[in-house]
């Protein structure tokens, strides 16, 4: 039998050994907690460390680089580096990307271009006309454009013409960061008003600009001023703005004045239709004036002095087989113009009133039928309406002393193919019969190649 201390012992023993294998296992917890909260710590600090060489690093760089391009004889205080830019922007963060365009044409003109002109309207000058005879160089782009910081972005592109002229056609910075759809551009940029103006010729779907683009806006209107846009957050398109400008620009004219010579408003809506087609919508209003807005009418001098508000609505409608357009796709576009002038006509050392309501449209299409083929047609008309003319009104000059001005609806018909061998490079043939002046018809023969070089952004819807 057991002796009764022989039995305590026992059981004693019993209850102790669990209670000191729990007190083991708890110790053993306890170091590993203690072990990973080491581990976290270290990585912590060392992630920290590495994030911290980073940022010294881009910002050396970022100094190293802005020093160098604003060197000069004399010390240079170099401002610290902003942030770094967001990663889709690391690209070309302080080196911009450089493009150039190579245009040139050949034309085969039926009737003397030195003699040409839209019957009923007011001499744009500018990018006006068929253009020279046989061979000519045509416009090319220089381009640079790059990332400024988080915030800006900006871009120059330099007009290279035939005639060994250089002139810029946009020089802007605009905004990157800001909230809720904003955006901002100033300088001179290509005006959003319409839908062709805000694209640069290389990517047009014929040679030349439509007669309405000719008669009303010169070519393409270019404000130097301020943009602003505001897109909705919506699935929809829904795209708002605004232009303040100096109003140099035809229909408007230098003027030596303050504050604002030109402002537009435009709004843009647009949206898929299935799988393979989307389209969109514009109305743009544009307010400017001149002073002494000059053009020579049979060896002497004429003035419009006035305001001008052009109306411009737009659409296109674009077609792929599932969105998919390397094989084939069609493109419908028009645009009708209506412009509005009021003021004074001087001539001869005399003034008088005038006014007139002129519009013009353009309906063109293109499809590419098979991959790199494409072919398209285009026809222009234009209203000159009855212009108000005081001195003629009034007697004191006949009508034959504004023979420019006579009531005309000038018209003509485009037809084009080309070929793309690559994104890079594209020749086209395009015919065109141009009615622009009363009794002459003007059969027109194009040859045309464009060739890009360098990084190109992506072309606009």
Request: include cysteine; hydrophobic fraction near 40%; charge should be negative.
């Amino acid at each position: 039998m057991f002796k009764p201390t022989v039995l305590c012992a026992a059981l004693a023993a019993a209850l102790i050994t669990p209670l000191s294998a729990a007190a083991a296992d708890d110790k053993e917890l306890a170091a590993i907690r203690a072990q990973i909260r080491e581990m976290k710590v270290s990585y912590e600090a060392r992630l920290s460390a590495l994030e911290q060489r980073l940022q010294e690093a881009q910002a050396a760089t970022a100094q190293a680089q802005n020093a160098a391009l604003t060197a000069a004889p004399a010390p240079v205080e170099v401002a610290p580096a902003p942030a770094p830019a967001p990663a889709a922007a690391a690209s070309n963060a302080f080196n911009p990307n450089i493009s150039l365009v190579l245009g040139g044409t050949y034309a085969n003109l039926s009737q003397d271009p030195d003699k040409y002109r839209l019957q009923g309207f007011f001499p744009a000058g500018g990018e006006t006309g068929p253009g020279r005879r046989g061979f000519n160089l045509g416009e090319s782009e220089l381009t640079m454009a790059a990332n400024i910081d988080p915030m800006f972005s900006g871009q120059l592109t330099f007009a290279l013409t035939g005639e060994d002229t250089v002139g810029v056609e946009e020089a802007f910075v605009q905004t990157r960061a800001l909230a809720n759809g904003l955006n901002l551009r100033a300088g001179r940029f290509l005006s959003a008003v319409g839908y062709l103006n805000n694209q640069h010729a290389h990517t047009w779907d014929f040679v030349d600009a439509p007669l309405a683009y000719q008669a009303f806006l010169g070519g393409q209107y270019k404000p130097d001023g301020l943009q602003a846009k505001w897109l909705a957050p919506t699935d929809t398109l829904i795209e708002i703005g605004a232009e303040l400008g100096s109003g140099g620009s035809f229909p408007g004219n230098a003027r030596n004045k303050n504050g604002i010579g030109a402002a537009t408003v435009f709004a843009h809506v647009g949206d898929d239709i299935g799988d393979s087609g989307s389209w969109r919508a514009g109305l743009s209003l544009l307010h400017t004036g001149a002073a002494d807005r000059t053009y020579d009418e049979l060896g002497s001098p004429v003035a419009f002095s006035g305001s001008a508000h052009l109306l411009i609505a737009d659409a296109i409608y674009k077609w792929a087989p599932n969105g998919n357009p390397t094989q084939q796709n069609f493109k419908l576009q028009g645009e009708y113009l209506r412009r509005k002038e009021n003021g004074a006509l001087a001539s001869g050392g005399a003034s008088g009133g005038y006014d007139s309501t002129q519009s013009g449209w353009y309906l063109q299409g293109a499809y590419q039928f098979m991959p790199g083929w494409r072919t398209g047609l285009r026809y222009d008309r234009l209203s000159s309406g009855t212009s108000s003319i005081g001195l003629v009104d009034s007697g004191a000059l006949p009508l034959a002393a504004f023979p420019t001005l006579a009531a005309f609806q000038p018209s003509r018909t485009s037809m084009m193919v080309d070929y793309s061998p690559s994104e890079f490079a594209r020749l086209r043939l395009q015919l065109a019969r141009d009615t622009s002046r009363p009794g002459v018809t003007d059969n027109q023969v194009f040859l045309q190649y464009i060739m890009s070089l360098g990084t190109h952004a992506a072309h606009a819807f």
